[in-house]
T-cell receptor, first 116, second 116 residues
Framework: AQSVAQPEDQVNVAEGNPLTVKCTYS??????LFWYVQYPNRGLQFLLK??????LVKGSYGFEAEFNKSQTSFHLKKPSALVSDSALYFC??????????????FGAGTRLAVHP | DTGVSQNPRHKITKRGQNVTFRCDPI?????LYWYRQTLGQGPEFLTY????????KSRLLSDRFSAERPKGSFSTLEIQRTEQGDSAMYLC??????????????FGPGTRLTVT
């Protein structure tokens, strides 16, 4: 079965410093990987995806993620954190299932706190 | 606003009552998903529609839950005889046909259900 792990419940970083939010995955076949962000009392907002091609993918709001097949990881990164980046971040993997449909399997989430 | 919309945003109900939620997807998206998110967890897949056909249901979807998408546009999720364990955020998402190469799902703001 497909699964995603986010090993850190919370990441703390000072504003202006680089940030990394970790994600590892377990899939059969080629992974389709996603990062979403959730602000309080809001739905999930798509940040970026890896389907194929370049291992470094760029997304919204200056975020990027590095796909590493040998380490089965897809860590989210940003060179310089902003206080407004403070939110809950979810990594997800596509699960084709027996029917071949694109449901997403989410990790438990990592809370990012950026301090001024 | 052309995003996914959900109504109501909040619902408080007494145990044993029935509730119905509505989701309006992005208009050109033919795929629609329902997820449930409990506190401290990532969203969990409930069910999937392609146009008006319900093609996959999670084992989380007990027989008290029913979902419809009668004309392939908006969808409803009904919970009968609610239980306190049903308290959660119910998220709706939509995506275009995968033939477009877009695999990400776009989420609505969610309906927060509290069963007292």
């Amino acid at each position: 079965a497909q699964s995603v792990a986010q090993p850190e419940d919370q990441v703390n970083v000072a504003e202006g410093n680089p940030l990394t939010v970790k994600c590892t995955y377990s899939v059969s076949g080629n992974p389709y990987l996603f990062w979403y962000v959730q602000y309080p009392n809001r739905g999930l907002q798509f940040l970026l995806k890896y389907i194929t091609g370049d291992n470094l993918v760029k997304g919204s709001y200056g975020f990027e993620a590095e796909f590493n097949k040998s380490q089965t990881s897809f860590h989210l990164k940003k060179p310089s954190a902003l206080v407004s980046d403070s939110a809950l971040y979810f990594c997800a993997v596509r699960d084709m299932g027996s029917g071949g449909y694109n449901k997403l399997i989410f990790g438990a989430g990592t809370r990012l706190a950026v301090h001024p | 606003d052309t995003g996914v919309s959900q109504n109501p945003r909040h619902k408080i109900t007494k145990r044993g009552q029935n509730v119905t939620f509505r989701c309006d997807p992005i208009s050109e998206h033919n795929r629609l998903y329902w997820y449930r998110q409990t506190l401290g967890q990532g969203p969990e897949f409930l069910t999937y529609f392609q146009n008006e056909a319900q093609l996959e249901k999670s084992r989380l979807l007990s027989d008290r839950f029913s979902a419809e998408r009668p004309k392939g546009s908006f969808s409803t999720l009904e919970i009968q005889r609610t239980e306190q364990g049903d308290s959660a955020m119910y998220l709706c998402a939509s995506s275009p046909h995968s033939g477009t190469g877009d695999y990400e799902q776009y989420f609505g703001p969610g309906t927060r259900l509290t069963v007292t």
